[in-house]
């Protein structure tokens, strides 16, 4: 299901990236005026110690700023866009998996599934360098833990780390 998943989403998102590539920044994704304000006060960190201009939360840091040493900004982009592109497949499973779980009912899997991965709408913040693509799939990716969590015994310790993963998921 997965692989459905990142095949369909890869076509739309490897289709949006070759329409939208340009030479001059070759990124696999849109670079917004909001991407900016995340991606230049990352770099700007990076480059300078300073996290500025500090107007956008600084949840991409971690992501960018592990790749960062590695690679050059532009690289880093188009890593990031290909980590979203693989979170936002993999949450279609994920959600459809969730909520089929919580009604009980098999049948609901199969059609949340294809709703979602076939929607449009759904993946078209992959291909922009901007917090929504990954919010949307780690709060589902919570969700999923949250619901594990409700499953398990929540005296166990097996059923803490479902609820660990929640936590760390929501708050990123």
Not at 56 to 68: E, S
Not at 81 to 108: D, N, P
Not at 151 to 158: A, F, L, P, Q, V
Request: proline content about 2%.
């Amino acid at each position: 299901w997965i692989f459905i998943s990142l095949l369909i989403k890869g076509i739309y998102f490897w289709l949006q990236a070759y329409i939208n590539f340009d030479a001059e920044h070759p990124l696999f994704g849109n670079y917004t005026a909001d991407s900016v304000e995340y991606y230049d006060s990352v770099e700007n960190f990076y480059l300078n110690g300073v996290y500025s201009p500090d107007v956008r939360m600084p949840g991409l840091v971690i992501i960018f700023l592990l790749l960062r040493p590695l690679f050059e900004k532009t690289i880093v982009l188009n890593i990031i866009l290909v980590l979203q592109w693989l979170a936002s497949s993999v949450a279609c499973y994920v959600v459809a998996l969730t909520i089929s779980k919580v009604v009980k009912k098999e049948s609901v899997f199969y059609f949340v599934y294809f709703l979602i991965t076939f929607t449009h709408f759904i993946f078209l913040w992959s291909n922009f360098l901007l917090t929504e693509s990954f919010c949307i799939s780690f709060f589902i990716f919570s969700l999923y833990y949250l619901n594990r969590f409700q499953e398990t015994n929540s005296d166990r310790y097996g059923g803490k780390k479902y609820l660990f993963w929640c936590g760390f998921f929501f708050t990123w």
